[in-house]
């Protein structure tokens, strides 16, 4: 079938995170063992009191439309969560409830971003920032970071990429793929540079919880002054381990938040009410399911770091935050070429380990490999790897 597709459509690709799982979902589906290193989401169960909220309200009968930018409790608890948490200070109008995060970021693109209008985002970057740009109809620029500072960008980096046409700069930190934080001392100065050329700082926040070291969990809008230009996206999936219950949230000045509220109206409505009586659970709640995931994973952090620093060939910058090791195998790629999506074909067919390569993420060289998976798996992945990188012709 030749189908004339929308060019809204014709400029964005699948997500090629989807793309890796489905990939090593058909190879366990053939009874292969895959160590899958592939997905951005924690192997924990959903916390018991947040699954009981969630059956109470459908006991209730809490099954029906709910106001679109969410119901007041939840409003209100985002608010107060994100003041305790993070020190920062909105009010439930300044709050929107969405589904998911990347919900939150695709509001707040669709009502900030039109034709010309440039869009500024550090690379390496989350798959998704540059095709939701794209659907508005806005150019992703690329701010590029790089392993020598740990991936962490710096203000002037941002400021000298700025134009007439930039309107917005998206930030995340902790990062995916790289886990690089931004100390709050330069997080504040990008802030300054946005707030002074009148552009919008979105940051996403979503894994804001998992940091290792000497990095806390920060928010920029911590800082005292008003927030003219800031709009901040959290999510409910990573923290709380709910996925899938789509939960997220963006805290932002009014005006944003209601054109934010026209988009979600024309589209999603509510998020289910379900999920938002079950976040309500999560945020009002406690919170000791995190530290208990933040140890686990700092245990498995610091096993592939120093796994993957035993192979030849291959280097990795420590991440200070999320659950991502992001390796440079570059020194493994045939004549430099760089396409560490063919090497992640061959590691995936020939020792079933499934990874995400770089390309993705505009870090060829790069392979992410997520440790939201058991230590017994890391172990296991680990074997192959260094198995696969010492056979001679691992490069395409
Ligand atoms: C950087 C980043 N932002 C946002 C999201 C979206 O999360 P969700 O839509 O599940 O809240 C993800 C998910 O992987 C992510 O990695």
Redesign the pocket.
């Given at each position: 079938m030749t189908e004339r597709f929308a060019n809204r459509v014709n400029r964005i690709s699948v997500s090629p995170?989807m793309v890796v799982l489905a990939e090593a979902e058909k190879l366990r589906a053939r009874g292969l063992d895959v160590v899958d290193f592939g997905p951005?989401?924690p192997d924990f169960p959903t916390p018991a009191h947040i699954k009981e909220a969630a059956i109470e309200a459908l006991d209730r009968n809490r099954t029906k439309y709910t106001p679109t930018a969410g119901i007041a409790p939840l409003r209100e608890a985002v608010c107060r969560w994100h003041a305790q948490q993070l020190g920062s200070s909105y009010e439930p109008g300044e709050c929107i409830i969405c589904?998911?995060?990347?919900?939150?970021?695709y509001n707040a693109v669709m009502a900030l971003i039109q034709e010309g209008d440039e869009v500024l985002i550090p690379s390496p970057y989350?798959v998704?920032f540059p095709d939701i740009v794209k659907i508005a109809g806005g150019e992703p620029v690329f701010v590029p970071t790089d392993a020598s500072t740990g991936f962490e960008l710096r203000a002037e980096e941002l400021q000298e990429a700025i134009t007439s046409r930039t309107r917005m700069a998206i930030i995340?930190s902790p990062?995916?793929p790289t886990g690089a934080v931004i100390p709050p001392a330069e997080f504040e100065k990008i802030y300054e540079v946005c707030r002074k050329r009148g552009i919008w700082l979105l940051s996403?926040e979503?894994?804001s919880h998992f940091t290792y070291g000497a990095a806390r969990p920060y928010s920029v809008a911590s800082i005292r002054e008003a927030k003219p230009r800031l709009i901040i996206?959290g999510?409910?999936?990573?923290t709380f381990s709910m996925?899938g219950w789509?939960?997220?949230f963006a805290l932002a000045p009014k005006p944003i938040i209601e054109a934010m509220l026209k988009v979600q109206s024309q589209c999603t409505s509510n998020p289910s009410s379900i999920s938002q009586y079950g976040a309500l659970a999560a945020l009002t709640g406690p919170m000791d399911s995190v530290p208990v995931m933040l140890a686990e994973y700092a245990r498995r952090r610091a096993r592939i770091l120093a796994g993957l620093s035993a192979i030849p060939g291959v280097s990795c910058t420590e991440p200070s935050g999320?659950f991502y090791a992001f390796p440079d195998v570059s020194a493994h790629l045939v004549d430099g070429s760089g396409d560490s999506t063919a090497l992640a074909r061959h590691l995936l067919e020939r020792e079933q380990v499934a990874v995400v390569p770089g390309d993705a993420f505009g870090a060829p060289g790069y392979l992410r490999i997520s440790y939201a998976t058991s230590i017994d798996r890391i172990e296991e992945g680990l074997r192959r790897l260094e198995r696969f990188f010492a056979s001679a012709a691992v490069a395409p």
């Open positions: 995170t951005g989401e589904v998911g995060g990347k919900h939150a970021i989350w998704s995340n990062n995916n996403d979503c894994y996206v999510s409910l999936s990573k996925t789509r939960l997220g999320a």
